[in-house]
């Protein structure tokens, strides 16, 4: 394969784990209750068009865009509405979310349901973007930015490449890897669709070396087509980032403070590509996505097609159950995911994987003192100082930490995990962002 | 030999002499006026630089004085929340205006969701910060308005006057709080208040901002305030108000009379430094937490008072 590509600096190569990449998707059945957080994208939370007791299909609409950076909430289950309240979710807050009491499983009519693929594309770029924003599609990856104001470039700039994201460089995690080796022909379709919406020529789909099946396998299915190109990457952490992959594919640098439409890439997840086939060919909305449940002490490990509010006790039960010393459950990957405080949380469009860890395996170290051996400094894969950051954060010298570029932070954790005096750096740093943030949206209303 | 001596004397001594004179004109040119009373106020000020008063400093917050006295003849707006009712009238007096006396306020933490109160039923191992923990999670009792423990409130204030409780997770207010207002900024919650001191001390508030409905409030946490609206039938003075299931007291219109105290089916509002009530054989089942409250309000009593005393005496 020669040198294999990646991007230039920093990254980290933390323990795979991936323990459910064997594992077939599994459709899993209909919850009882689905609980449906109205806020599930970046950006503004929706607003719900349903009202206590109404009847709803599977592919309804229940909620609408509440902005231009926002997307519409379709029912994943059939019954009748319970009530609109406070639930917990994700974010470990009561949030609105619509929760109802299912009834069968009765599909809108209008969606497609024959396991036929279509591979021929009828609609305009235009009709496609409208499809996807009715579909309510967001980036699947995990950072849910509704994927149809990325197709729309802003006037003066136009896309020159697509990338279609299969990196899945976090551990555990393998929704994206299964979905490649069992969707592989639907992704590409799909990437065709998002190819023909940007009007761009080319388009690169990397995926790790550490998954050669699924690179064998789009390979083979991509040479019917020309342009689609796919790229295999050395295994490196963040190297699923949209900055790392646009660097790792086509050798650009985003600017600082700048979207990859300025180097005229659009980045877009493989299972963002799966839900635009299936909304755009088969009229399919998104209210189900595949979520990986993992760790060491799972039964279990699995993947599942589990639909969008489901309790992630389901899902746990479908694994085989908690393990015994379960310390943590954390909502995505162990790098970059987030801890979640209960198991009636549901399962979100963001959702991309629920890892159980063990006591022992969880829990932090103390902090001890820096001893400025920079191992921070050198694996960030964005160039800035950690150590500094996250010192300038902690004493709320929020001038210093703009001044020393906090924003362009992505959150990654690389230099926490290397961290030999085990300071956590990317809380400080988050903080920062949030603090920092917070100053220069006031500095920008003023 | 005594001829250069001359020389070098009366060469300095008359360079000197020379510029001497033109320094004096340029500073009588170039004189800047400044009103001898900033310096005055300075002084009568506390010296402690916390900015409570919304000034960078004691000496802006002087400026400001002398400039709204000259300019509008009052001091309205402008208050030194760490001096008081003391500094206030000597800053009037050496301006020549009339002050009203300001009653002296504190902070109050508005959350008894202590260990007991409300179980943990997660743990946070994250940053000690309540900031960036507040954008993480709810808190580990699972009620989205309590304290989160982490302490902010304790590192933003200078006066020593704000400590945890490691036995109930809540911070607590001691008699140094000068009411400079830095823990109220500090509190991502917002539950430190300012509140009026009242007569000796004494003083009535809804430890509970949680607005949620009763029942999801009540499951986190065993002294949520619940919206009962109980307290606000009680009270004869309408001093309570009621907004999205949550009592707040006005402590302008409270006259202490305690008797939403009584009423309070959680506990929720807590009455501090009063003397320990007369035992009512009538009404002798209470709910073992409002005993426990109680209990811990008396011993407060007998050693804050015994401070005061001290006090005065000096």
Not at chain 1, 184 to 189: P, T
Not at chain 2, 165 to 177: A, F, S
């Amino acid at each position: 394969m020669g040198i294999l590509r990646t991007f230039a600096l920093g990254g980290i190569h933390p323990a795979e784990n991936k323990l459910s990449s064997n594992a077939p998707i599994e459709t899993l059945p209909v919850p009882k209750q689905a609980i449906i957080p109205l806020g599930q994208n970046l950006g503004a939370p929706s607003k719900a068009i349903v009202k206590k007791g109404d009847e709803v299909k599977v592919g309804q609409l229940l909620a609408e865009a509440g902005g231009f950076i926002s997307t519409n909430i379709h029912s994943p289950v059939s019954g009748k509405v319970f009530k609109i309240d406070n639930a917990i979710d994700g974010s470990g807050y009561k949030r609105p979310c619509i929760i109802i009491n299912v009834e069968g499983d009765i599909w809108d009519e209008s969606i497609d349901t024959s396991p036929d693929i279509i591979s021929e594309i009828v609609l305009s770029p235009k009709e496609i973007i409208e499809k996807i924003k009715n579909s309510g599609i967001v980036g699947l990856g995990g950072a849910t930015f509704p994927t149809y104001v990325k197709l729309m470039p802003p006037p003066g700039k136009t896309a020159e490449f697509l990338i279609i994201n299969g990196v899945e460089c976090e551990p555990y995690l393998t929704s994206d890897h299964r979905m490649m080796l069992e969707k592989g022909q639907e992704i590409i379709i799909g990437t065709r669709i998002l190819m023909e919406a940007l009007n761009v020529k080319k388009a690169f789909i990397g995926i790790e070396n550490n998954k050669p099946d699924a690179i064998r396998h789009m390979t083979e299915l991509a040479k019917a087509y020309d342009g689609i190109e796919i790229q295999a990457l050395k295994v490196q952490y963040p190297q699923g980032g949209e900055k790392q992959l646009i660097k790792a594919s086509v050798n650009r640098e985003v600017p600082s403070g700048k979207l990859p439409i300025e180097v005229g890439c659009v980045v877009q997840n493989v299972g963002t590509a799966f839900a635009v086939y299936e909304a755009v060919q088969k009229n399919k909305p998104l209210f189900e996505r595949v979520v990986t449940v993992t760790g060491k002490a799972v039964k279990k490990p699995s993947n599942f097609l589990a639909r969008i509010g489901t309790p992630i006790s389901q899902l746990i039960e479908a694994a085989e159950g908690l393990p015994e010393n379960t310390g943590k459950i954390i909502g995505g990957g162990p790098m970059m995911g987030k801890a979640l405080t209960s198991l009636e949380i549901p399962v979100v469009k963001g959702s991309s994987g629920i890892l159980i860890m063990e006591k022992e395996e969880s829990s932090r170290s103390i902090e001890g003192p820096c001893i400025r051996c920079s191992k921070c400094t050198y694996v960030c894969p964005m160039g800035l100082e950690p150590f500094l950051l996250s010192k300038a954060a902690k004493l709320a010298n929020y001038e210093m930490a703009e001044s020393e570029s906090i924003m362009d932070c992505i959150e990654c954790g690389s230099c926490q995990y290397g961290c030999p005096a085990a300071i956590p750096l990317l809380d400080y740093l988050r903080l920062g962002k949030l603090k920092v943030g917070q100053i220069m949206r006031k500095r920008s209303q003023n | 030999m005594d001829n250069i001596i001359i020389i070098a004397i009366s060469a300095l001594g008359g360079l000197g002499l020379i510029m001497a004179i033109i320094l004096y004109f340029i500073a009588n040119k170039f004189k800047v006026f400044e009103d001898p009373k900033i310096d005055e106020v300075e002084e009568a000020l506390p010296s402690a630089n916390c900015g409570g008063c919304g000034f960078p400093g004691c000496r802006a917050y002087a400026e400001a004085t002398v400039k709204s006295a000259k300019e509008h003849g009052h001091l309205e707006g402008l208050n030194c929340p760490v001096g008081g009712n003391d500094v206030s009238q000597a800053v009037g007096k050496i301006l020549g205006l009339e002050v009203e006396a300001t009653a002296p306020m504190i902070a109050v933490i508005r959350c008894n969701g202590s260990h007991a109160n409300s179980p943990g039923k997660v743990v946070y191992e994250g940053a000690t910060s309540c900031a960036f923990a507040h954008a993480l999670y709810a808190g580990e009792g699972g009620c989205m308005h309590s304290c989160l423990g982490l302490a902010d409130c304790v590192d933003s204030c200078d006066f020593d006057a704000i400590h945890m409780n490691p036995e109930t997770g809540l911070p607590e207010v001691n008699d140094k709080c000068t009411a400079c207002g830095a823990c109220v900024i500090a509190c991502p919650r917002d539950i430190i208040e300012l509140r009026k001191r009242g007569p000796k001390d004494k003083r009535i508030f809804v430890s509970c901002i949680n607005q949620e409905k009763g029942a999801p409030a009540k499951k986190n946490c065993a002294t949520a305030c619940i919206g009962c609206s109980l307290c606000f039938k009680e009270c004869k003075f309408d001093a309570i108000t009621i907004t999205s299931f949550l009592a707040y007291i006005d402590f302008e219109k409270c006259t202490l009379c305690r008797k939403c105290v009584d009423v309070c089916p959680t506990s929720a509002i807590h009455e501090i430094n009063f003397k320990p009530r007369k035992p009512r054989p009538e009404k002798p089942v209470e709910s073992p937490i409002k005993a426990e409250i109680q209990s811990n309000n008396t011993e407060k009593v007998v050693a804050e008072n015994t401070v005061d005393n001290k006090d005065n005496k000096e």
